[in-house]
């Protein structure tokens, strides 16, 4: 009875980098999105998906980010060139496919990104 | 864009007290969400509210979804040390497979 995955918990870049944060959502759930959280502060949305379909990325922004959800493996949220106002904690959520039940979202445990 | 706005934005309490804490919103949200996240950690979910006026407990939680949409209170009564950590309010616009915005958060902290 996994929850959702994500890995590395912890990942340092210095500037200029890549960073690859993964995700694996809970075993049935179709629907995973994106978070970050500043200190002190509470989640911001960044991108929702579906399998090989973006739904909305209304929080992504323009540059340097992207994310996934292959038909295989996790999703994945990438981080190009990174700047020291990147280091947040991301989380991953899921939630299961429309009319299976609740739409709540699980929460992954997060990967803290620093920037150095 | 949407905000929530939840207070207080943190409480010290005795052990064994009752803790109250809401969210408001200048939108309608069709869903509320309460979740606790301990540090380090990611949010952990607590209650779900679908429907206005809606009043649920789990365990010695319980939480409203306010008649106008707009507002969702989170009591705790007779608060354990456990219960230390940052609560957050969160809606959903549309039910179902939508983004969740988030309320700045409430942190309690427990004197034994």
């Known amino acids: 009875n996994a929850g959702v995955m994500q890995n590395p918990r912890h990942l340092v870049r210095r500037r200029g980098q890549e960073a690859r944060l993964r995700c694996s959502p809970m075993k049935g759930h179709s629907h995973v999105y994106w978070y970050r959280q500043l200190p002190e502060e509470g989640l911001k949305f960044m991108v929702y998906?579906?399998?090989?379909?973006?739904?909305?990325e209304s929080g992504m922004p323009k540059e340097r980010f992207s994310a996934e959800f292959p038909k295989e493996g996790p999703s994945i949220l990438r981080i190009q060139q990174v700047v020291r106002g990147d280091s947040a904690a991301y989380f991953c959520a899921s939630s299961p496919p429309r009319g299976t039940g609740p739409y709540e979202q699980y929460f992954g445990p997060g990967t803290r990104l620093t920037v150095t | 864009g949407q905000q929530l706005n939840q207070s207080p934005q943190s409480m010290f309490i005795q052990e064994g007290e009752d803790v109250s804490m809401n969210c408001t919103s200048s939108?309608?949200?069709?869903?509320w969400l309460w979740y606790k996240q301990d540090p380090g950690e990611g949010p952990v979910l607590l209650i779900a509210l679908y429907k206005a006026g809606e009043l649920t407990s789990n365990g010695r939680l319980t939480a409203q979804f306010g008649i106008t949409r707009k507002d969702s209170f989170l009591n705790i009564s007779a608060s354990i040390p456990s219960d230390v950590g940052i609560y957050f309010c969160?809606?959903?616009?549309?039910?179902?497979?939508?983004?969740?915005?988030f309320g700045q958060g409430t942190r309690l902290t427990i004197n034994p």
């Open positions: 969160a809606g959903q616009l549309i039910q179902g497979a939508q983004k969740l915005v």
């Open positions: 998906l579906q399998k090989e379909n973006i739904i909305d």
């Open positions: 939108s309608i949200f069709n869903t």
